[in-house]
């Protein structure tokens, strides 16, 4: 049944619990029978050895549990910057989220972009204020900074009962009863409010219903009554407004001490939707003249088969891993499945239901499942998995652009191939990892997210694959852009096997917004009585989308031109698709030359911590790598300071960063924007 399943993420900024919280949800609601600690490599959803000798996640893991008779899909998502692409896949096909935040620091940096992200996919959320035993903790002050940062109404379900190290329980304001926990967190002890703390209790149970009340009718016209309004009635209308993303429902815990979690499985239950409660997924419906109409797709069991493959993982053994979130209809084990965009027919060799890195067979994957198909060899993510006879693409997924590379070479000639191979492989699992071979020195150059991305991609190599690899200093991946207008005519004039190929072409660049991206513009006007076939356009578009790519200049791609076709001279005789692509593409680079060049180096978005005491220094050492503050904001513990700084210098940076502040201060960069290289 549909109505007992859910599909939920745990998101949150890097070491704010979520791990440790999927632990405890394993645990109570008996999928597994430990507590794996992620202090101590053990976490069962960490299973990766880089993840456990890290003691962060890497990968997104899936598993699934039951809760009160519910079927529940969790997949626990990284917080690491460098990771965003697995949260942004994760989030595209889950139904709901837990956010988690630290109940010292807040809203923290990587929580605002998976916040974006969530919004962008329409996620309803709710919230877990974690860590409420630490020194400084403040339930409240985290409900203030979630609204303010986040720009959502935030609606405190529990308050609780002490903190920092006297953090003992939370008060339900719902059920108006105190909850304590006993035998390592198993067992929920139920007690009356205790009289000095009913004036506090009643105080936020006000601005529950109050706030509650701007969403919902019945609750307004109950409170103006001055009827009593019942839990359940509570919940439902509470349901309604987290299901539009209107509020975000906060619980309090302390996972490490086994504080809080049950009440926040209660509430993925409660108010988190099932998959037909979802906006019905949107396909691009291809007909025959290769068009395609938008049509939304109801998540029906006996509906035409369609999934999105959102995650590919490799294993030694099976080979693809392909994980898919079906959306309609069913596959069986062991029968065909259609790859509606590369139109190829591939088997269901095997069907699995996934837990970490352990797995069950099953005889099919329904309807709003999430699970694991074996046996399909050409899918990659974002591929859309159907029948033949009902063509629809779901909506692809966008990742970042990568911005740092380095060179790879194998230790021994023999092993080239076999480098080739893995890194075929991990750039299959991972989008965000990309593989080139430099055309003049013949290395190898690897791009991802960041230096810990391409550091854990690396020692896969070397650990998990066993191959002996060099890796060269990293490189900043720059663009070329132009800086003026300029038209050029090229004419083209080539004699192959006997017939002469002519072309000429009149092309005019012209620079564009910052973060707009390249155009293509035909403009062209057949000349004469002589008609310009199509074909002629489309290999016109064909040069000019190549030499985008090549560079201008130093090779680099290009970014933010308007490339506009004005003029096309065309002779039956003598026009060939080969002539003119050739000359649009050689029209680009002589125009492109003449209009002022320019080097584009990418700028990061530096989001630094550090405690009072070090502000000074830190701020500092970001003005000398050529950064800008921002900005600055003060928090009990730290300060936050928000800043943008060159790529090229922020190398090492964490290395200064740690001696200037004893090893207290943490920093994360994200990729902003391309900004004219200045001459440092």
């Not at 096909?93 to 940096?109: M, N, S, Y």
């Not at 539009?244 to 499985?265: C, D, E, M, W, Y």
């Not at 070397?462 to 991946?477: D, H, I, S």
Request: proline residues 4%.
């Amino acid at each position: 049944m549909l109505s007992k399943m859910r599909n939920i993420g745990i998101m949150a900024h890097i070491d704010a619990g979520k791990t440790t919280t999927t632990e405890r949800i394993l645990f109570y609601t008996g999928k597994s029978h430990r507590i794996g600690e992620v202090d101590d490599g053990e976490a069962i959803m960490d299973w990766m050895e880089q993840e456990q000798q890290r003691g962060i996640t890497i990968q997104s893991a899936a598993t699934t549990t039951y809760w009160r008779d519910h079927q529940i899909n969790i997949i626990d998502t990284p917080g690491h910057v460098d990771f965003t692409a697995e949260v942004e896949r994760s989030l595209r096909v889950l139904d709901g989220a837990v956010a988690i935040f630290d109940a010292v620091r807040g809203v923290e940096p990587q929580t605002e972009t998976v916040w974006r992200q969530a919004s962008r996919y329409n996620v309803p959320c709710i919230g877990y204020v974690n860590k409420m035993d630490r020194m400084g903790a403040d339930f409240f002050n985290v409900l203030d900074d979630i609204q303010n940062k986040l720009k959502i109404k935030t609606i405190a379900l529990q308050i609780p009962i002490g903190r920092e190290s006297s953090f003992e329980g939370v008060i339900d304001l719902i059920e108006m009863k105190e909850i304590r926990w006993e035998q390592n967190g198993g067992e929920m002890i139920f007690s009356p409010i205790a009289p000095q703390r009913e004036e506090t209790a009643k105080e936020w149970r006000e601005k529950l219903i109050d706030t509650l009340s701007g969403f919902s009718d019945i609750i307004t016209e109950k409170y103006l009554a001055g009827d009593e309004i019942d839990a359940s009635l509570l919940r439902n209308e509470l349901r309604k407004a987290v299901l539009k993303r209107q509020t975000l429902p906060v619980f309090a815990g302390a996972s490490r001490r086994n504080l809080g979690v049950q009440p926040v499985i209660d509430a993925v239950v409660d108010f988190l939707p099932a998959p037909d409660e979802t906006l019905p997924a949107v396909g691009h419906k291809i007909k025959k003249d290769l068009e395609t109409e938008d049509i939304s797709i109801p998540c029906d069991l006996k509906g035409q088969p369609l999934g999105l493959v959102f995650k590919i993982q490799n294993d030694r053994e099976a080979g693809s891993l392909c994980y898919v979130r079906m959306y309609s209809g069913s596959f069986k084990s062991g029968s065909a499945v259609y790859n509606i965009g590369k139109k190829k027919r591939e088997r269901a060799n095997r069907i699995l239901r996934m837990h970490s890195n352990k797995s069950d067979a099953v005889d099919s994957l329904c309807a709003g499942d999430i699970g694991v198909i074996i046996g399909m060899k050409l899918a990659q993510t974002g591929d859309t998995v159907g029948s033949e006879g009902w063509p629809v693409l779901l909506e692809k997924m966008q990742f970042p652009e990568p911005v740092i590379s380095i060179s790879i070479e194998s230790k021994t000639i023999s092993d080239q191939d076999k480098l080739k191979e893995i890194l075929a492989i991990l750039s299959k699992e991972d989008p965000t990892f990309t593989i080139r071979e430099n055309d003049e020195t013949g290395q190898l150059i690897i791009s991802g997210m960041g230096e810990l991305h391409l550091d854990v991609l690396v020692t896969r190599i070397l650990k998990e694959y066993k191959l002996g690899a060099k890796v060269g200093n990293p490189q900043v991946t720059y663009r070329e852009s132009i800086s003026r207008v300029n038209e050029h005519t090229e004419s083209f004039s080539k004699i192959i096997a006997g017939k002469e190929n002519a072309a000429s072409v009149t092309l005019k660049v012209e620079p564009a917004k910052r973060g707009t991206g390249n155009k293509f513009i035909q403009a062209a006007k057949a000349s004469g009585k002589t008609e310009i076939p199509s074909a002629v356009f489309e290999a016109v578009e064909r040069g000019v989308n190549g030499a985008f790519a090549s560079g201008i200049v130093m090779g680099y791609p290009c970014i933010d031109i308007n490339a506009v076709v004005t003029d096309i001279q065309y002779s039956e005789q003598t026009g060939t698709e080969f002539a003119f692509e050739a000359c649009a593409s050689m029209a680009f680079d002589e125009a492109c030359r003449n209009a002022a060049p320019i080097l584009l180096e990418p700028i990061m978005a530096v989001d630094l911590s550090c405690p009072h005491d070090f502000v000074g220094e830190v701020m500092s050492l970001v003005t000398q790598r050529g950064g800008n503050i921002l900005s600055m904001n003060t928090k009990s513990d730290c300060d936050e300071i928000k800043a943008q700084a060159p790529m090229e210098k922020m190398f090492g940076f964490m290395t200064s960063l740690r001696s200037v502040s004893q090893g207290r201060a943490s920093f994360s960069l994200e990729f902003s924007h391309f900004e004219k290289k200045s001459e440092r």
